[in-house]
């Protein structure tokens, strides 16, 4: 795809938020960028402009029907002015795994590389530079035919918006408190769980709520024919070592396939750390945990990066991990990836991308 990128620069700048108490999602930067979709003519018309409201038709399918895919990604500035993404090929692919799941179609994730990188530039004064910070990247595609009736909407609008964040969960890198959901159920093998749709992320509030009221953090998903097997944490995938063993629910067709997971095997493998992607059953790790086992747990993803696990309550059966504490395989992949991202260690696995 060779189209220029309009820029219309705002003439009314924020004014910026204070770094060190910046939150996750709570403000956003001057402009965005904008490309629509028409049937026939294909995708058109990409431009960075001022950051506002967007006007839809209240039929808009995509508030009736859900079609809509979105990403994550992140911006970060290093100690000798570099701006750096962390792989941003593997979320553009992403993208194209979740338009083909949902009827959306196809975007050139070469070109949305480019979109992502023309409007970070746009805005790079925003990138905070306090420790633990970065620009949060969020692409999205929204379905914009003004139709009642479900079918794949002919129109749709591809946008990126930009965050300044600092720590997504309040604990930081402390271990977070986990409940076990075995009564809902947030995706089965031929639905939509493997792809980044909202669909999947409204399912899973009602027992976000409720994991919160018995002052949990956030929820780990079981399967939802047999609710035995773990799948994933509600915006992390997660890792268990177990006597030695590092082990991740296997991709099967329900869970994300996590950009910051990939990282993760691929550090664990090129360390000789044993990795095994299997089914793991909640009970195998209680088990585990009875028997001296179980040596620490974490959840990996783009917003928080590294979270350990510090307790999980699965029937109101409480277990502690590692005394509370982050493990050592945490603690390692959570320095080296942040390492990598801020430029403070070398990427020797060719991960970053300077904008």
């Given at each position: ?17 204070d ?43 995509v ?13 970060y500035?290093?100690a ?12 553009m ?8 799941r ?5 975007i ?16 790079s ?10 620009l ?15 079918r ?47 669909g ?7 027992a976000q ?9 956030q929820v ?46 691929k550090?664990l ?7 095994s ?5 909640i009970q ?30 699965w ?9 509370g504490?982050?493990?050592?395989i945490?603690a390692?992949?959570?320095d ?6 801020s ?13």
């Amino acid at each position: 795809m060779s189209m220029d990128i309009k820029i219309i620069k705002t003439t009314q700048p924020k004014q910026k938020p204070d770094q060190h108490k910046l939150g996750f999602g709570t403000y956003f930067t001057d402009h965005m960028f904008i490309m629509n979709y028409t049937e026939g003519l294909g995708w058109h018309d990409p431009r960075i402009v001022p950051y506002a409201p967007i006007a839809l038709d209240p039929s808009a399918m995509v508030l009736h029907y859900g079609q809509a895919i979105f990403e994550g990604l992140k911006a970060y500035n290093t100690a000798d002015g570099k701006i750096l993404l962390f792989r941003p090929d593997m979320n553009m692919a992403r993208v194209n795994v979740s338009n083909e799941r949902l009827c959306i179609p196809e975007i050139d994730e070469a070109f949305a590389v480019k979109a992502i990188k023309s409007l970070v530039k746009v805005d790079s004064d925003w990138i905070p530079t306090a420790e633990g910070t970065s620009l949060y990247i969020r692409p999205f595609i929204i379905a914009t035919d003004a139709h009642l009736g479900v079918r794949p909407s002919h129109t749709y609008q591809f946008l990126i918006i930009l965050s300044p964040v600092g720590a997504y969960y309040p604990e930081g890198l402390n271990p977070v408190k986990i409940y076990v959901e075995d009564k809902y159920v947030r995706a089965v093998k031929g639905g939509i769980g493997f792809a980044k749709t909202p669909g999947n992320y409204a399912a899973s509030i009602k027992a976000q709520m409720c994991a919160q009221e018995k002052n949990y953090t956030q929820v780990l998903w079981l399967d939802g024919i047999e609710k035995k097997y773990i799948e994933e944490v509600g915006t992390m995938n997660v890792f268990f070592k177990i006597d030695g063993v590092v082990v991740t629910p296997e991709i099967n067709g329900s869970i994300l396939a996590g950009v910051t997971r990939n990282s993760t095997i691929k550090l664990l493998k090129s360390w000789g750390v044993p990795i095994s992607e299997r089914k793991l059953s909640i009970q195998e790790v209680y088990e585990a945990h009875a028997a001296g086992k179980l040596e620490e747990a974490f959840g990996t993803g783009t917003a928080a990066v590294i979270s350990p696990i510090g307790e999980l309550n699965w029937d109101e059966k409480i277990i502690t991990i590692n005394n509370g504490e982050i493990g050592k395989i945490s603690a390692k992949i959570y320095d080296t990836i942040t390492g990598i991202q801020s430029g403070k260690i070398p990427d020797t696995m060719g991960w970053t991308l300077e904008v």
